[in-house]
């Protein structure tokens, strides 16, 4: 049987939509293409040890998965929950007849409990360019539904994964209100530029930077200061808008 389930890729800071193909045969083996990385390739040991874990199981047949496509790079563990979802569905182990409209993602431990990934935000504004809603690791779900108009369901687990994709429970969408949550953290940056006691030259310096547009580099020892400072200048900086932010 096969089945087709939909991720993302990131690239800098831009996503594109990644077809993962999961077709199963008659034979014995794993087989994934579509150039992924080692830590793509290894996702069958954590698949495999998370299905048995939650009363599931990886089929004995020949199963093969394409990532498409296939010419970009695929990197990461994120790809963990598409490509156990998309065996889960071809093997018949699960009925997920809406499969397709989402955008799944999210790494795998080996217990099923689903974990946070990095690059959420564009593939949140891909995944509504191209007509999907999400389904994304809890820790991330805030950061996708600030893309107004995204539909974007946040899971701890595997199991709840399949509990939503069969309809036997019921999950609501995550709301954030993304032009309050903006304006609260102008109003209360989480770093401040005032927070800086001493280091009048380098502060000089700094304000120089940030009032003419300047570029500007610190070199020191470890523990001189420079993290801490280039975290505050922001605040210093003119505010940005939401589309730039």
Do not use: W
């Not at 080996?110 to 990934?117: A, E, Q, S, Y």
């Not at 209360?188 to 502060?203: A, C, L, M, R």
């Not at 000089?204 to 470890?222: D, S």
């Not at 993290?227 to 210093?236: V, Y």
């Amino acid at each position: 049987m096969l089945v087709s389930v939909y991720g993302s890729a990131v690239f800098a800071v831009d996503a594109q939509l990644i077809t993962m193909e999961v077709n199963i045969d008659q034979g014995i083996g794993y087989h994934l293409v579509g150039l992924p990385d080692n830590a793509v390739r290894e996702s069958n040991f954590r698949i495999a040890a998370a299905l048995k874990n939650i009363g599931y199981k990886l089929p004995g047949k020949k199963i093969t998965l394409n990532m498409a496509t296939a010419d970009l790079r695929k990197e990461g563990s994120a790809y963990d929950i598409p490509l156990s979802m998309g065996i889960l569905a071809a093997s018949s182990q699960i009925k997920a007849p809406s499969i397709g409209y989402y955008i799944l993602m999210g790494a795998l431990a080996l217990d099923g409990k689903i974990r946070p990934i990095k690059g959420v935000l564009p593939i949140a504004i891909q995944g509504l360019k191209d007509g999907f809603k999400g389904v994304l690791p809890k820790e991330n779900e805030r950061e996708a539904a600030i893309v107004k108009g995204l539909e974007v369901y946040g899971m701890d687990s595997l199991t709840e994964v399949i509990a939503f994709f069969e309809g036997n429970q019921s999950f609501s969408p995550t709301v954030v209100n993304t032009r309050k949550a903006f304006d609260q953290q102008l109003k209360y940056p989480e770093h401040d530029f005032s927070d800086v006691k001493g280091q009048e030259t380098i502060k000089r310096c700094m304000e120089i930077a940030a009032a003419g547009g300047h570029n500007i580099i610190l070199i020191g020892p470890p523990g001189a200061g420079k993290t801490m400072l280039t975290k505050r200048l922001p605040p210093i900086l003119p505010p940005m808008t939401l589309q730039e932010a």
